[in-house]
C-alpha cells in the first residue's frame, strides 16, 4: 500500500471537496431557476410581441419603436438565457469530475481505515517498545477524558431534569398569575379554584426542587476544575390553608394582590434559578466540547505513531 502519511494527506481532502460539491449544487439550483425565469419571460414576450404585431397591422408604425425595444429585450433575454444555460452544462461537468475523485478518495480512506485498524490492533508488534509505552499512555488518556465525558453527562441530565421541573413551576405560576388578575376583577369561586388549582401544582414543583437543587450542586462539585453559577432558591408559599378559605369566601381584592404578589416573588425567583442553569448548561457543553477536542488530538498522535512504521 502507498505511504499512510501520503494517504491520509489525500483522504483530508474530502471535506473540502465535498464543500465544492455542496456550492456546485448550489450554483446548478440557481442556473436551473435562471433558466426557467427566462423561459417564462419568453412566453410573455411572445404574447405581448402578437398583441403588438396586430396593433402595427392596425396602426401603422404607430408602435414601431415599442416593437424595436421588444426586440432589443428578447435579444438580451436570448442571451442571458444561453449564458445560464452554458453555466448549468459547466456545472454539470465539473460536479461530474469531482464526484469521480471523491468516489476515489472514499475508496482510499476505506483502505486507509482497514490498514489502520489492522496496526491499531497489532501495535505492541509493529512499534518499538519507547512507542508502544507512548501508544498505551495516549490510551489511558482517552480513557480518562472519555470517562470525564460520560460524568459530564450524567451531570448534564441532572440539570436538564432540574429546568424542567423549573419550567413546569413558572409555567403554573404564569397560568395563576392570569387567573389572580381576571380574580381581582370579575371575582367568582371558579376562577379561584382554577387560579389556586394552578398555584397548587406550582407549590408541588417547588417543594421538589431544594432537593434537586442540592442534588445537582454534589454533583457538579465533584467535576474538579470548574466553577458554576450559583444555584439557590428562595420561595415562599404561596398561598396557605387561611388564605384559601379567606380569599375563596369573602372573595377579597386585597386577598387576591396579596397573592399576585406572592406569586410575583416566586416567578422571579425561578427566573434566576433558570438563568444559572442555563449558564450551568451551556459551561457543561462547552466542557464536553473541549474535552472530545482533546480526544482528537491524542488518536491524531496515536495515528501518527502507527503510519510512521
Not at 471535506?15 to 423561459?39: G, T, V, Y
Request: aromatic share 6%; hydrophobic share 35%.
Amino acid at each position: 500500500m502507498e505511504n499512510l502519511s501520503k494517504i491520509r494527506g489525500k483522504i483530508e481532502e474530502i471535506k473540502p471537496l465535498e464543500d465544492i460539491i455542496a456550492k456546485l449544487d448550489e450554483r446548478s439550483l440557481n442556473a436551473k431557476n435562471e433558466i426557467e425565469r427566462h423561459l417564462q419571460k419568453n412566453c410573455d414576450a411572445n404574447r405581448i410581441q402578437t398583441k403588438s404585431w396586430l396593433s402595427f397591422i392596425k396602426k401603422i408604425r404607430k408602435y414601431e419603436e415599442e416593437l424595436e425595444k421588444e426586440r432589443q429585450e428578447e435579444i438580451e433575454a436570448r442571451s442571458s438565457f444561453q449564458k445560464a444555460v452554458s453555466e448549468l452544462a459547466g456545472v454539470k461537468e465539473e460536479k461530474r469530475e469531482l464526484e469521480l475523485m471523491l468516489s476515489e478518495l472514499r475508496h482510499l480512506a476505506q483502505e486507509y481505515e482497514k490498514e489502520l485498524e489492522n496496526r491499531r490492533n497489532n501495535f505492541q508488534h509493529i512499534l518499538s517498545e519507547v512507542e508502544g509505552q507512548q501508544y498505551r499512555q495516549y490510551e489511558d488518556e482517552i480513557d480518562d477524558l472519555v470517562s470525564q465525558a460520560k460524568k459530564i453527562d450524567e451531570v448534564t441530565k441532572a440539570v436538564a431534569c432540574v429546568i424542567s421541573t423549573t419550567w413546569f413551576a413558572i409555567d403554573s405560576l404564569d397560568s395563576a398569575t392570569g387567573l389572580s388578575v381576571l380574580d381581582a376583577f370579575l371575582g367568582g369561586f371558579l376562577i379561584d379554584a382554577a387560579k389556586y388549582s394552578h398555584i397548587d401544582k406550582a407549590e408541588g414543583y417547588l417543594y421538589s426542587l431544594p432537593k434537586q437543587i442540592h442534588d445537582l450542586r454534589e454533583q457538579l462539585s465533584s467535576l474538579k476544575g470548574l466553577s458554576w453559577p450559583e444555584l439557590t432558591l428562595e420561595c415562599t408559599p404561596t398561598s396557605t390553608g387561611a388564605s384559601w378559605i379567606f380569599d375563596v369566601l369573602f372573595d377579597s381584592t386585597l386577598a387576591d394582590i396579596h397573592v399576585l404578589s406572592k406569586i410575583h416573588d416566586n416567578k422571579e425567583q425561578l427566573d434566576l434559578l433558570m438563568e444559572a442553569l442555563g449558564k450551568t448548561k451551556a459551561q457543561l457543553n462547552n466542557k464536553v466540547r473541549e474535552i472530545n477536542l482533546c480526544i482528537e488530538g491524542i488518536r491524531r498522535k496515536q495515528e501518527d505513531l502507527l503510519i510512521s512504521q
